[in-house]
């Protein structure tokens, strides 16, 4: 699966839980992202909510984000990477 489209976008949001790691109260993938030295972590709890935390060589965020299909959108460059190692496994 590679993020080229909208439609894509919406196929890895409903996917995510299968794409994931589990860590007891939630899904979450995180993702190395050199382009902004640091680190993105997606999260999704049962109740569908999306979110994600940032940490960054220069900040980090206080809280998880709410995330919208826009933002998966923007991160699809170091989601695709990351997805590229799934399909290969």
């Not at 949001?13 to 972590?41: M, P």
């Not at 569908?48 to 940032?54: D, E, K, P, Q, S």
């Not at 980090?60 to 933002?71: G, H, S």
Request: a negative charge.
């Amino acid at each position: 699966m590679i993020i080229r489209s909208k439609a894509d976008v919406d196929q890895f949001c409903e996917r995510f839980g299968d794409l994931a790691s589990w860590d007891g109260s939630k899904h979450y993938i995180a993702l190395q992202d050199d382009q902004n030295n640091g680190t993105v972590t997606f999260m999704r709890y049962p109740d569908g909510t999306l979110t994600a935390h940032r940490k960054y060589h220069t900040f980090w965020d206080i809280d998880e984000l709410p995330v919208e299909r826009t933002d998966i959108w923007r991160y699809r460059k170091v989601l695709n990477r990351y997805l590229k190692t799934i399909d290969e496994q």
